[in-house]
């Protein structure tokens, strides 16, 4: 694979992909914001063939592979080039109607991959107006300096494997927006919510209470303000391990739903 030379560049590779498409299909969706410091550190890598592309980010404890195909047996032929890296693990995910994207997963585990998890994407759709009430002095939006505690959080919380962990940089960029939310002790954080928002929609990535702060209602103050501080957003969504049985009630209590798309992850080992 070569290091990729500028985001512009990568787009053209995606372009070419799809304009032969004959039954077109990615998984890459990240954004500039993302793609620059990762190129800039040397961590990003693009494998082109015959009516397909491969992107690799590299991350801490693996490589993380995004496809663009022109059709299932364009994406065979490239995955069949794809080295394991030096990482000796590959990670990849797979978004869509299961009866959309199986043909998809079947690509990657014919090429060696197994499945791990998989995400429900839950949303809420809201039309009506919210009630006014006071901020919770519990909880305020997180400062610049939060970034490697908030960093540190997830980190420590979620696993690598299965959620897209942001780069500090993105962190920093979340933080300048002031889309993280925090409930503290002493200084320390004690709860989290991260939200992206563009437009009329709002996705929720990232609502945690450490382990010695639950049961004190942290999370639903921080859900409050969310959808306070997103009173002008209509959509509402989120992706919820398909196993977190505990999960699914709460987010339904808060009015998601969940809908017909699934996130399936799937890794491949030395």
Not at 17 to 42: C, H, M, Q, W, Y
Not at 138 to 162: G, K, M, R, T
Not at 175 to 200: C, E, K
Not at 238 to 243: A, G, I, S
Request: hydrophobic share 45%; charged share 25%.
């Amino acid at each position: 694979m070569n290091p990729a030379v500028c985001v512009a560049d990568i787009r053209r590779i995606i372009g070419a992909v799809k304009t032969e498409a004959r039954d077109f299909g990615t998984n890459f969706f990240l954004p500039d914001a993302v793609i620059e410091p990762s190129i800039r550190a040397g961590h990003f890598f693009v494998l082109e063939a015959a009516g397909a592309a491969l992107a690799l980010l590299r991350e801490a404890r693996f490589d993380r592979v995004y496809y663009s195909a022109a059709g299932a047996s364009c994406l065979a032929g490239c995955l069949s080039r794809l080295s394991m890296p030096d990482s000796g693990a590959l990670v990849t995910d797979i978004v869509g109607r299961p009866e959309d994207s199986a043909r998809w997963v079947q690509q990657f585990e014919a090429a060696g991959f197994s499945p791990y998890t998989r995400f429900l994407r839950m949303q809420r759709i809201f039309s009506g107006t919210l009630p006014q009430a006071g901020l919770d002095p519990e909880v305020e939006v997180a400062q610049a300096s939060d970034a490697q505690p908030v960093l540190d959080a997830i980190a420590e919380n979620f696993d690598p494997y299965a959620e897209h962990f942001p780069a500090i940089e993105e962190i920093r960029q979340a933080l300048s927006l002031g889309t993280i939310l925090l409930a503290r002790d002493a200084g320390r954080v004690a709860a989290m919510l991260y939200y992206d928002r563009s437009g009329l929609t709002s996705m929720l990535r990232y609502w945690l209470v450490l382990p010695a702060y639950r049961r004190h209602g942290l999370g639903d103050k921080l859900m409050r303000r969310y959808f306070q501080d997103c009173a002008g957003c209509r959509r509402f969504i989120l992706w919820v391990q398909e196993t977190n049985q505990r999960a699914v009630p709460i987010y339904r209590w808060y009015g998601y739903q969940p809908d017909s798309t699934v996130d399936t992850i799937l890794i491949k080992r030395r």
